[in-house]
């Protein structure tokens, strides 16, 4: 059973995602194809409204090794933060 | 006493906030799975969202049947699924997670398009992955097993085809998210409705009125425990293609294995039909409607029981791929019926009428411990997993 991670304020974003309204597996496979294009220890960050992200983009992060910063909810949607190993 | 009230607070968010494990899920499934077998008959679902289309199409006058279709008020498959989709709505409300969800245009046409090809592929293997993978596997039905190679053959090639779409389209933007503030009162409040709804039916004159509460308390429960732990055949067979994730497909393995205990315990002790789920669909038609089925459920995003428990979490996409999956099942299925083609699809095989009962236990133990093993390995080394 997951705790949501709730990201800290004040991130310097390098790329954002607009993943709104696609669901499983859309925004990880979009959040897998737009971390290539930022540097290493940049940020992306993912919009999204399928709940299903928050169980895929901590996971897939744990086993690629990006490091998961957490979510915040806006309104009506998601925004996720990784840091790219 | 603070502590006390901080305690209940705790048991609250993790029965009904926090998302339950794949595992957890999977055992869950599998207890209710076998609940439903005691109850009176296997779970399925394309079974219920045919019969509303069906309905639909014969109240157009479109089928010209002797008689019409059962109503789904008053049809276990149905009832089942309307069971799952109270069952997960009310999960999702209480959780705050339900919305709708409009996808951008490309998502509704792949939807819709998958959508029909499921609805072919699960008449051509007499059922979805339920009907013609999990639940056919408990029940000892040899086309259970063709069904699986032929969902993981089409699971590759429904990837190869994202990965491809990927690379030449952009998704557009997105539509409205809307009645994303419900209430998580509403779901308790549903809840109660569900108990009312079982003693309606109890106390109503219909046909098998004693059967319909069960149908729709054990449908409701597996769409609950679906939505908790966000249950998900189609990851469990993608996933280990895809990123390398192996915790879906493991629980689902698992669950087959402790469904099939409960179920064969009562087929042998003739508590039950042996012949029940033993459909004409071993090998070709459950293998090739595998195939077509696990190409589209990835597309889709969603399974049978995927879709549905996602159409009651207010996604806009599984909305269209459950519409077009029940209407093309529906007209397939009757084309299909009128030329006689559902008893060519292949031959009903019992396995234990060939390898005895013992035997076609441990056939499902070692073909999913098996699955489980290939795909924990391959969670280490991604030998499966195909690059972008």
Redesign the interface.
């Known amino acids: 059973m997951s705790d949501v991670k709730i990201a800290p304020d004040g991130l310097e974003v390098a790329r954002t995602l607009d993943a709104k309204g696609l669901s499983c597996p859309m925004p990880l496979l979009r959040t897998k194809k737009e971390i290539e294009k930022i540097n290493s220890g940049e940020i992306l960050e993912i919009l999204g409204t399928d709940p299903g992200s928050r169980n895929d983009i901590p996971g897939w992060c744990a086993r690629a090794g990006h490091e998961y910063l957490g979510e915040k909810e806006a309104d009506g949607y998601i925004c996720f933060y990784v840091r790219k190993k | 006493m603070s502590s006390f009230a901080g305690k209940i607070k705790e048991v609250y968010s ?1 029965f009904f906030k ?4 794949p595992m957890t899920g999977g055992i869950l499934l599998a207890l209710l799975a076998i609940f439903m077998f005691a109850w009176q008959r296997p779970w399925g679902i394309v079974g219920g969202i045919r019969n509303w289309a069906d309905w639909l199409f014969y109240s157009i006058g479109l089928f010209d049947l002797d008689e019409p279709p059962a109503h789904p008020l008053y049809y276990s498959s149905s009832v089942m699924d309307l069971g799952l989709l109270a069952g997960a709505w009310i999960s999702a409300v209480i959780a705050r ?1 339900f ?1 709708f ?4 245009m490309l ?1 509704i046409y792949k939807g819709a398009i998958a959508g029909i090809l499921m609805g072919f592929g699960a008449t051509l293997a007499y059922g979805c992955n339920v009907g013609g993978f999990y639940s056919a596997i408990q029940n000892l039905s040899a086309n259970g097993f063709t069904m699986m190679i032929g969902l993981i053959i089409g699971v590759v090639i429904g990837l190869k085809y ?2 491809w779409e ?1 690379e030449h389209f952009m ?1 557009g ?6 009645l ?1 503030k419900l209430p998580p009162i509403l779901g308790f409040i549903a809840f109660a409705g569900l108990i009312y709804a079982a003693y309606a039916y109890a106390g109503s004159d219909v046909d098998d009125a004693e059967l319909m509460p069960g149908y729709l308390l054990i449908g409701a429960g597996i769409g609950f425990v679906f939505h908790r732990s ?1 249950l ?1 055949m ?2 469990g067979f ?1 996933e280990p293609f ?4 192996a ?1 879906m497909g493991k629980a689902v393995a698992i669950s087959v294995i402790l469904g099939t205990f409960g179920i064969a315990i009562m087929k042998f002790m003739e508590l039950r039909a042996e012949e029940l789920y033993v459909v004409p669909a071993f090998w070709w038609g459950s293998l090739v409607g595998g195939i077509i089925f696990g190409a589209a459920m ?1 597309v889709a ?2 399974c049978g029981s995927g879709s549905l428990w ?1 159409v009651a ?1 207010g ?1 806009v ?2 909305w269209v791929v459950i519409i077009t999956f029940a209407l093309s099942n529906s007209l397939f299925r009757y084309w299909f019926e009128e030329n006689d083609w559902m008893e060519k699809l292949g031959k009903p095989v019992f396995l234990p009428d060939y390898i005895g009962y013992g035997g076609s236990i441990f056939l499902v133990i070692v073909a999913m411990l098996i699955w489980y093993i290939i795909i924990d390995w391959n969670e280490e080394s991604n030998k499966l997993v195909l690059e ?1």
């Open positions: 993790d926090k998302t339950w494990s997670e919305a969800r409009v996808p951008p998502e994202i990965y990927m998704p933007p997105a539509g409205p998210t809307f994303s966000r998900c189609v990851n993608r895809m990123t390398g994730e915790a990835v995003g969603g996602r979490e996604q996409k599984l972008i």
